[in-house]
Structures are given as structure tokens and as C-alpha cells.
């Protein structure tokens, strides 16, 4: 084994990756209704540019970006548009849907699917390509690609940092798009780096994943500057500050980008949808979905079109136990629990996760006996404990001054917390309401 | 499958959590004290075990009665907090030292010392050291009068006049011995090392066998329940200045071996000092806080009117602490130069 290089601070909390790492990616077969919501990425909702009755196909945009942090949203099916309304979100909110019934008499075959010549095309035709392949960032946070990739005047990129990281327990949909999509994720960097003119590229895997490390390993080209970088197994290595750390020891400014140190981060899933799109003109339509947990029936790794909802995917795998209780979209750390099952898939789901009773119960809170293990916890160095005391105090402003804006709410202060103070979960109040406050000052 | 959701639940992340737990960890140190409440049990008999169990009953009497005195799991009894309380101060106490004062000291330790802080995780002074510092200013004869170890086969024999009525003077008609440290102090004569290492000396019930208490720590330190770096900071801390002063007058002052494994170094440096409510929270504030420690060990103990500085060496620390944590803030990730925020009230 050689040696794997990582972050400071961090956790390893149980990894349950082996219920769904052995299983290939499985294609769902169309469902009879998609749902795709218009915000579906940081920044603006995109703007619909079909009305009810339209027949659409797949892979067609059907809706144009509402600004610059905005992307274009593709039909996942071929059908016709049945309306536009508020849908049920996984983020919580109602919000504004397109609903698409299926076509079952279409083969579903790609809308203007051919390959680019991307070789010929300049980095602004490349970058503007990509604005119109819809992509947005596959690991979670679904950041709106283009963006990322247009660097800023005055700043250059020499670095590009492919995450192959996964680090969240439970989900392994990036493991299995190394292992079986490694051309295209190779594509999808030598797009990337052409864009940004970068010097080389590291694509980081955490030493977990010896399989898919092996995969990639071989087929990086030997005259490509890309260089597989194995990692030890830590969460939350996965966060774009901690992977630059760990990768290219630098630290990224407090309140800066990674591309103040020249560096910018994509994810696996997010480079191989990048490669297909110039390989044969496959938008954002469909993803690689985890759906795994004690709380489902058959853990499976699927391919499902943007816009299937939850009920649809979880039946496809055997529907959920009797003692299921919670269900994630993301990973047990950072992941968004789910109240209705008609929720769709969005761009940025990488995995549902169901939990059991048994994994929520609750348990006693006690006295901070200030032990440490989260100061020792905290990636970005924070002193959870004392931010802990004020938060439970409602000395919100002084949480300032202790740097709470810097927290990224990974969890792992709350998951080491011998006592069970919900650390995190105080935090993210303290910062919404911090920001709130913000807000309306700025407003005044 | 229906959009039924009567049966999910609305709860926040993260939902994978270590199986830690502070009540676990109290259990865990009282484990690693067992080896040495058994060899104290061996060397000083019933009187050792009637320290211990009158000093720990009272401790989580104490506790029970002034949190809601509702049902015992429930209660912050439950934590085991003040069962160690009780364990420790009775670790600190002479062998034959009567028992309404350990009654006394054990009350003491729990509502001074930590009760009226506002509980477990308030107190600014470890509340063994808290209770032991009120005997040793109230019954400083009764506090240094030490019983000599014998075998099992006196068992039954009482140390001294443990029985005592309360405010009573208590009488001493068994033994007396001296610890090593006030040997060493008031007679300049040095006890071997390996006695002290091993155990079977007098002094206070946990004070005897270093290598018990080693163990216990090194136990606690492998599961990670043990800061480390406090008592590797005191031992270095003890063996440098210790260190310094023998080299520069040998006939005057002993050398560090003597210092490190003489009174209750080892028990304080383990147990003591390492309890983490009233030690700083970073690795470098425990650094200071340990050298701190040892400074004040060897300044006590060679310079101070006293045999014996652990105790006051820990409490002083101990007060210092939240000092030490605010000049010890963690540097932020990325943090640029100046890290002053403008903080606007």
C-alpha cells in the first residue's frame, strides 16, 4: 500500500459502503411520470420554455437559464408536458415543476445526440457547451458547472482536483462511475483541463476504493498530466477546502474560492457526465443514484432519469422495510431527510439513504465535560464546544468572533460528542438566523 | 407504494454517531482505578475499603439529594461522575483518617465543588482536589498522619481511629510512619526507588504503587479517553526542574526519580489533572497547563512548608485554565493574517 495522504482533524465514522459497492449499475426502466423542478441548482431557477400539451423529447431543453449561476434544464423523457405547477421538493418547499408523462411507444432515443468535435472548439466554445449540456456538480451541492469553470479575470487555474472522494457512509455511486465510466470521466477532465488551461490533473480517491484506484490508474494515458492520488479513508474529506488540503497541501483563505489557490474541484460523476455529453450529446438527463440502507428492501445501484420520483425507485428496489423510519437524499452526515415519496430525483441526488429505527433513537443528552474530541473533530479548526456553550446560550453574535461563519456543517463535532449535544444542529440555526440578521441590516 | 408517510420521521443530520458516551467514559476511568483501590484494599486493609465506600456512598448521596432526587438511572447519578469523585478523594486520604472527616470532605467535593458551579462540566477545580483541600486546611494532623502498609493478614486491624466520634480529637494509638516526601523532607533520607514503583510504602490509599496508576492511564490513553499530553507534560515538566535543582546542589535537593514517583505525582498527573472539565481544551493549552503543573510540584515541594504539592499544584492550574483556553483559541482553516473580526455589537 503506498502511503495516503489526507486532510487534518476528521472522522471515519462505519462506512456500510459493502451493501451497494459489488453492484454494477442497473438501468431503470422509464417510469410514467417525471417531474422536474426548475430549481434543481444553485443559483436562479431556470426559466420553462414549454407550456402543458407540448410533446417533448428526451434530452430536449425545455427550459432556458434564469442567469448567469443558472443552468439549462433538459427533458429526461420523451412525452408530452402535462403541466407546470408546484411539486413537492426534496429540499422541503413546493416548487415550480415541469411534469412530463411518458411516451412508453418511444424508443427514448437521444434528442440531437452526436458527438463533439471538442478538440477544434476554443475554451469558450467548450465552456459554453457545457452551459448547454445542463451540468451541474453530481456530488451534492450541485453548483452549476460552467460557473465553476469560467475562471474569474486576474485568477488562473493551474490545478484541476476530480473528487472521487465519496465520503459520506452508505453511498458508493461514485465507486461504481469509476470503476465502469472511467473513459468517460477521463474525457470529461481532458475537456475540463483544456477549458482552464491547467497545468495537471490529480483525481483523488480515498484509499477504501483499491478497486476503482486500480481502474483508473490503468487508463490514465501515459502522455495525459493526470496523476490518481490515493487518500486515507476520512470524512469529510469529500469538502472541496479538506480535498485541496490533502491533495496539494494549501489551504483555502478563509471566505476565498478554491481558485484564490489556483485550484478548481469537480466531481467524478460530474466529469463523466462531462464526457459523454461531448462523446454523443448526452445532457444532464440521468444519474447514478445509491439507493441503500437497513430501511430498503434490495440495496441497488441505479441509473435513473432526473425527475423519477422517490416511491417509483424505492419500489424498483423492493420498497422499504417495516422498521424503516428515515429516508435521505445524500449521506447519513449531510443528507436531507424526506417527508413525502413523491419527491423527484434531482441532478444533485447522489444517493437515498433509509434509515431504520433503530439508527434514530434518541439519546440523553449530558453536560459538555469539555473533552476535546470536537476541537480534535473539526476540520476547519473551530472550537465546537465554546461555539456550543453560546449557541446554547443564544449568544448568537458572539458565535461571530469564534468564526461559526466558517463552520461547513459536515457533522462531525455531533458525531463524536460523547455528551449527544446536537453540536451541528445548533450551529446551522446560529448561522440562519445569523444570516437572516445580516440581511436585514444590509436591508435597513 | 402509496405516498403514505405516517411512519417517517422528520429528523435533523448527522444520523451516524460515535458509541461513545460520557457515562462511559466516567465507567472507564473507574475501571482503570480498580488495580489501584485493590492494592490499597491489600496494603491498608479495612480501613482503606471503609474510606472508599463511605467517600463514594457519600458523593453520590450528595449528588441524588440536591439534583431532583428522582429515580437513580434518571439522575445525574447516573453519569458516574460523583462515583469517582467519592473514588478519587478517597485515594487522597490517609488510611486511618476517621470517617465523619471523609464524610465531611466528600460533601465538600461535591457540593463546592461542583454543584455550586452549576454541575458537571462547570466547575472550575476538580472536585476531589476540591473536597481533599477543605480536609487538609481543616484537619491538617489528622490529613498527615499516615499508617504504614502491612499484609492481608492484618486486614481487620483498623489503621487508626477511623471510628471516631465526630469533633473528638481522634487518637492515633496504632503505627505512624512517614511518606517518602516528608522523609525526604524532614529527615533528608531517601526511600528506594522501586518500593515506590511497586507500592508497599505509607502514604495516602492511591499514593502507594506508581505502576498501577501507569497502567490505569495507559489503559485510558489506548481507548482514548485520557489526554495524554497532560501527564507526559508533568512527568517532563517534574524530571526538568527536579532535574535542574539536583544537578545544582545534589546533598540538597533529590533526584527526579525520587520526585516523579514519591506522593501523589503519578495519582495527580493521571487521574488528577487529566480531568478534562478543568483542563484547557487545545493540545497546547495542555502542554502549558502540564508544564505549569510541574513547575509548581517541584517549587511546593523543595521551597514550600509543605512535604507534599501536587494538590495545590492541580487546584492552581486548575484556576488558571480559562485563562490558558483563551490564549489557546484553535488558528482557524485558512485563517488569513490578522484573524480579528469585526465584530460589531
Redesign the interface.
Known amino acids: 500500500m503506498s502511503e495516503a495522504k489526507t486532510f487534518r482533524h476528521g472522522i471515519h465514522p462505519p462506512e456500510h459502503k459493502e451493501l451497494t459497492a459489488g453492484r454494477a449499475i442497473e438501468r431503470i426502466k422509464f417510469p410514467d411520470r417525471v417531474v422536474l423542478p426548475l430549481s434543481q441548482h444553485i443559483g436562479a431557477p431556470s426559466r420553462p420554455l414549454v407550456k402543458a400539451g407540448d410533446k417533448v423529447f428526451r434530452g430536449q431543453v425545455i427550459a432556458e437559464p434564469g442567469g448567469f449561476v443558472s443552468v439549462p434544464l433538459h427533458s429526461s423523457v420523451t412525452g408530452t408536458v402535462v403541466a407546470i405547477r408546484k411539486h413537492h421538493h426534496p429540499n422541503g418547499s413546493l416548487a415550480e415543476c415541469i411534469v412530463i408523462d411518458v411516451d412508453h411507444t418511444s424508443a427514448q432515443t437521444l434528442y440531437d445526440g452526436y458527438a463533439r468535435d471538442w478538440e477544434s472548439m476554443s475554451s469558450a466554445q467548450l465552456l459554453e457547451e457545457i452551459r448547454q449540456g445542463g451540468f451541474v456538480g453530481l456530488g451534492g451541492a450541485a453548483f452549476p458547472t460552467h460557473v465553476k469553470l469560467a475562471v474569474p479575470e486576474g485568477k488562473h487555474a493551474r490545478w484541476l482536483l476530480i473528487n472521487g472522494c465519496e465520503c459520506e457512509p452508505y453511498l458508493t455511486s461514485d465507486h461504481r462511475i469509476m470503476l465502469e465510466w472511467a473513459d468517460s470521466i477521463l474525457l470529461g477532465i481532458k475537456v475540463m483541463a483544456r477549458i482552464l488551461g491547467t497545468e495537471k490533473s490529480y483525481i483523488a480517491v480515498e484509499n477504501n476504493k483499491w478497486d476503482a484506484i486500480k481502474a483508473l490508474r490503468d487508463r490514465i494515458p501515459a502522455d495525459m498530466p493526470c496523476e490518481l492520488v490515493p487518500l486515507e479513508t476520512k470524512y469529510p474529506q469529500g469538502a472541496e477546502k479538506m480535498l485541496i488540503t490533502a491533495v496539494l497541501k494549501k489551504e483555502v483563505p478563509s471566505g476565498k474560492l478554491p481558485i484564490d489557490v489556483q485550484v478548481v474541484v469537480q466531481n467524478v460523476g460530474t466529469a463523466a457526465g462531462i464526457g459523454d455529453w461531448f462523446a454523443f450529446g448526452q445532457p444532464l438527463i440521468e444519474r447514478v443514484v445509491t439507493v441503500t440502507g437497513p430501511g430498503v428492501v434490495h440495496p441497488t445501484t441505479l441509473l435513473a432519469p432526473v425527475g423519477m420520483s422517490l416511491a417509483e425507485v424505492l419500489t424498483h428496489c423492493g420498497g422499504l422495510t417495516d422498521d424503516a423510519r428515515e429516508i435521505l437524499f445524500g449521506g447519513p452526515m449531510m443528507g436531507t431527510p424526506q417527508q413525502f415519496l413523491d419527491v423527484p430525483i434531482l441532478k444533485g441526488t447522489s444517493g437515498i439513504v433509509c434509515l431504520t429505527e433503530g439508527q434514530l433513537q434518541q439519546r440523553q443528552e449530558y453536560p459538555c465535560i469539555r473533552c476535546s474530541a470536537c476541537l480534535d473533530a473539526c476540520p476547519v479548526y473551530l472550537n465546537p464546544s465554546s461555539l456550543g456553550a453560546l449557541a446554547r446560550a443564544g449568544k448568537y453574535d458572539d458565535m461571530i468572533g469564534q468564526h461559526i461563519m466558517d463552520c461547513m456543517e459536515c457533522g462531525s463535532c455531533s458525531y463524536v460528542c460523547p455528551s449527544n449535544i446536537p453540536l451541528v444542529q445548533r450551529f446551522r440555526v446560529a448561522k440562519g438566523l445569523l444570516r437572516e440578521k445580516q440581511a436585514r441590516e444590509k436591508a435597513a | ?5 405516517s ?12 458509541s ?6 466516567m465507567r472507564h476511568v473507574i475501571y482503570a482505578l480498580i488495580p489501584t483501590v485493590i492494592a490499597a484494599v491489600i496494603y491498608f486493609g479495612i480501613s482503606a475499603l471503609l474510606l472508599i465506600v463511605i467517600c463514594t456512598a457519600t458523593c453520590m448521596l450528595a449528588e441524588w439529594l440536591s439534583t431532583g432526587r428522582g429515580p437513580l438511572f434518571l439522575s445525574p447519578v447516573a ?1 458516574g461522575s460523583a462515583a469517582l469523585t467519592g473514588i478519587l478523594l478517597a485515594l487522597t486520604l490517609p488510611p486511618g483518617l476517621p470517617l465523619w472527616m471523609a464524610v465531611l470532605g466528600s460533601l465538600v467535593a461535591v457540593f463546592f465543588g461542583k454543584l455550586l458551579f452549576g ?4 466547575n472550575v477545580f476538580n472536585p476531589s482536589l476540591t473536597g481533599r483541600a477543605f480536609l487538609q486546611a481543616s484537619f491538617p494532623v489528622a490529613l498527615t498522619t499516615w499508617a504504614p502498609p502491612m499484609g492481608l493478614r492484618e486486614f481487620l486491624v483498623l489503621r487508626g481511629d477511623s471510628f471516631a466520634l465526630p469533633f473528638t480529637r481522634p487518637v492515633f494509638d496504632g503505627l505512624t510512619a512517614a511518606t517518602p516526601l516528608a522523609k525526604m523532607k524532614f529527615e533528608g533520607q531517601a526511600t528506594d526507588w522501586i518500593s515506590m514503583f511497586y507500592g508497599g510504602i505509607p502514604g495516602s490509599l492511591g499514593e502507594t504503587s506508581a505502576l498501577l496508576l501507569v497502567l490505569g492511564g495507559v489503559y485510558l490513553a489506548w481507548r482514548g479517553f485520557l ?1 495524554w499530553r497532560v501527564p507526559v507534560g508533568i512527568f517532563l515538566s517534574v524530571a526538568i526542574f527536579a532535574s535542574a535543582l539536583h544537578y545544582s546542589d545534589p546533598s540538597r535537593f533529590p533526584d527526579a526519580l525520587h520526585h516523579l514517583l514519591a506522593g501523589g505525582l503519578v495519582l495527580g498527573a493521571v487521574f488528577m489533572a487529566t480531568d ?2 478543568s ?1 484547557p ?2 493540545p497546547v493549552g495542555s502542554w502549558i497547563f502540564a508544564a505549569g503543573i510541574g513547575l509548581l510540584v517541584v517549587l511546593i515541594r523543595q521551597f514550600g512548608g509543605l512535604p507534599e504539592g501536587v494538590m495545590y499544584a492541580i487546584l492552581l492550574m486548575n484556576a488558571a485554565t480559562p485563562l490558558i ?1 483563551r490564549l489557546t ?8 493574517k490578522p484573524v480579528k ?1 469585526a ?1 460589531k ?1
Open positions: 407504494m402509496s405516498n403514505t408517510t411512519r417517517l420521521v422528520i429528523a435533523t443530520p448527522p444520523f451516524a454517531k460515535r461513545v458516551n460520557t457515562p462511559m467514559i453519569d454541575g458537571l462540566g462547570q489526554n478534562p472539565v483542563s481544551l487545545t483556553d483559541q484553535p488558528g482557524i482553516y485558512g485563517a488569513t473580526e465584530s455589537s
